[in-house]
């Protein structure tokens, strides 16, 4: 179970006791906001999408937010496509609903954090189940997650009109 590793990471850093695990599922942004019981922009989304060459780019961006297409080929070089489930679940052991990039042990694997939460003094995250989350600040989350740097290549509501 992905939420196991995850736990086990944490515990090695001495934090498993602040993954939240809930009686409902968390598996959406919406939901996810429900459970923990804070906006929706203020939860971690993690989207994933194909390189080229092989392997996947994890994106933790804000709830609210959408990856802006030109961005994101102007940052990777690349047109964005999002990998289907099973991708998901080869590349990062956690399955939709459930995705984050901790406990990730697949050097096929990038992880960036996304600029669109930096408005937040702190973001939820999922911990690799449909039903837990995980208080971080972003500097944690950026930490945790071995994020390789800060980017933007999001937009968030504000932005769009």
């Known amino acids: 179970m992905a939420i196991e590793k995850v736990r086990q990471y944490f515990k090695e850093l001495g934090i498993d006791d602040r993954i939240q695990e809930f009686d409902v599922s968390s598996a959406t942004v919406e939901l996810a906001a429900v459970a923990v019981g804070t906006e929706p922009a203020r939860i971690c989304k993690t989207l994933s999408f194909l390189k080229p060459e092989g392997g ?12 802006n297409n030109g961005k994101f080929k102007r940052q990777f070089g690349f047109k964005a496509k999002m990998l289907n489930a099973d991708q998901v679940l080869e590349y990062t052991g956690h399955a939709i609903g459930g995705v984050c990039a901790f406990a990730i042990d697949s050097a096929q694997v990038e992880v960036y954090a996304d600029e669109s939460m930096k408005r937040f003094e702190t973001v ?38």
């Open 56 to 67: 996947c780019i994890l994106i933790q961006t804000a709830g609210d937010s959408k990856v």
């Open 124 to 161: 939820f995250p999922a911990c690799g189940s449909s039903n837990s989350a995980i208080e971080f600040t972003c500097d944690e989350l950026f930490r945790y997650s071995n994020a390789l740097e800060w980017i933007d290549v999001c937009k968030i509501p504000e932005e769009e009109q």
